[in-house]
Each structure stands twice: as C-alpha cells, then as structure tokens.
C-alpha cells in the first residue's frame, strides 16, 4: 500500500509569512495526526481528525495555525505569520478507524523560519 | 495524565554490543505499547508493537521488547548491535483512554562505533 505522502520536503520562509503543508493519508485510514517534532524532542500532537471532523486540537497554537481535512482525506496544515520556534519537522499520521495499531508515519515536513 | 520516560538520552556503543533501552509509562489501565526508530533524515517508523499476548515481542531488524505490566516497562533490546542501528528510538503508548493518541517518550539517540 502506498504511504502517507507530505509535501513539501523542506521549506525555509523569513518570520512573519505564511507557509502551508499538505498530507495525503493511506487510503481508508480514518484518523489523520499533525504532529510538531522539535530537534532533540518527542512529536508533538497539533491536532487529530476523525474524518473531517476535528477529535482534539487542543495544542494547536490557533492564534498562528490552522488546519482542515475537507472531505476527510488530505489535510493542510498552515502556519501564519510564522515565528522563528515554529522550525521544526512537521509530521503528518494516519491510522485505521477506532485504532489502537499504531500510525503510519509520512516523511514530514522540515520547515526553517529564519 | 499518562507519561512515558525514557531513562537515557544517549547511548553510545561499539558494533556487535548489546543493547537494552529503557521505557516505563504511567498508566494503570489497558495500554498499547510501540517503539518507533528515525534513522538520520528518514521518517518515523515501527519497529514493534504490543498489544496482548506473548509479553515478549519480535520486531522488525532483529529488535524485541519485552512488555513488565508490573514494573510498567517495555524494554527494548537487541544483542548485538551494527553501525546501521545508529538512529533515534523512542517509545510510545496509547490507550482507549487517550482517544488512542500517542504518548511520547523524549527519545534515545543511539550512536554505534563501527
């Protein structure tokens, strides 16, 4: 089966702009997972989606980031304006309905706010 | 609230060494148990899961973990190590309770010498 896709690979932007991120789940997988991942540390959960419905968000820097899942397939993620501690990977997941399997895991985005 | 440690940071070993990793959680219910690998650049993955059963899991590379419901531990192990083992491991649990999102360990950065 193919992976979770992401897009881009890699983004530097100056403070203060906008950036957006894309995911493209397995197919069937219900859940969908935005996680930060900080150099050195543990992912992070952003925010989690059951379909198109929103499950938990509540990590989400919502004055700066924004997501949605329409249709409950792909998903952005967007950051706006951007500050310099939002650098980090950002990880999209998804899993099966009702999960306790595990995730898979896409190749992330690394993103440089300089 | 559920917490996963992971006891060491960094651990630096010489090729054909054994490893343990340690993993404890805090949670007294029914928990799944993972343990995921990030080689240098490359994304999250699996390396093996718990669910029930057998306590003693085989994972993918030659890596098992044994899961000590009283100590609250999932160990992870191999008995002899290759420089292609250098990676981050951490540690992560999920349970019905946690809406099955994963919970984190900081990560282990294993070094090996060849």
């Known amino acids: 089966e193919a992976g979770v896709a992401q897009s881009p690979r890699y983004k530097i932007i100056e403070k203060r702009q906008s950036v957006a991120f894309w995911c493209n789940p397995i197919?069937?997988?219900?859940?969908l997972y935005w996680y930060q991942q900080i150099l050195g540390q543990g992912p992070k959960l952003l925010i989690q989606?059951?379909?198109?419905?929103?499950?938990?968000d509540s990590q989400l820097p919502k004055d700066r980031f924004s997501a949605e899942r329409l249709k409950g397939v792909d998903s952005t993620l967007k950051i706006q304006p951007a500050k310099l501690e939002d650098s980090a990977v950002y990880l999209c997941?998804?899993?099966?309905?009702?999960?306790?399997?595990?995730?898979?895991f896409g190749s992330g985005t690394r993103l440089t706010v300089v | 609230a559920q917490s996963v440690s992971q006891h060491n940071h960094h651990v630096i070993l010489s090729e054909a060494a054994s490893l343990e990793l340690g993993c404890n959680y805090s949670?007294?219910?029914?928990?799944?148990l993972f343990w995921y690998v990030q080689y240098p650049g490359q994304h999250l993955q699996l390396l093996l899961k718990?669910?029930?059963?057998d306590p003693l899991v085989k994972g993918i590379k030659g890596f098992e973990a044994e899961f000590i419901k009283s100590k609250f531990s999932f160990n992870l192990r191999k008995p002899s190590v290759q420089w292609s083992d250098t990676a981050e491991y951490f540690c992560?649990?999920?349970?019905?309770?946690?809406?099955?999102?994963?919970?984190w360990g900081a990560g282990t950065k294993l070094i090996i010498k060849p």
């Open positions: 989606f059951q379909n198109n419905g929103v499950v938990d």
């Open positions: 997941a998804s899993s099966g309905q009702g999960s306790g399997y595990g995730y898979t």
């Open positions: 197919s069937g997988h219900a859940t």
């Open positions: 949670y007294g219910g029914t928990v799944n």
């Open positions: 718990y669910f029930s059963g």
């Open positions: 992560a649990v999920n349970s019905m309770d946690s809406n099955y999102q994963l919970i």
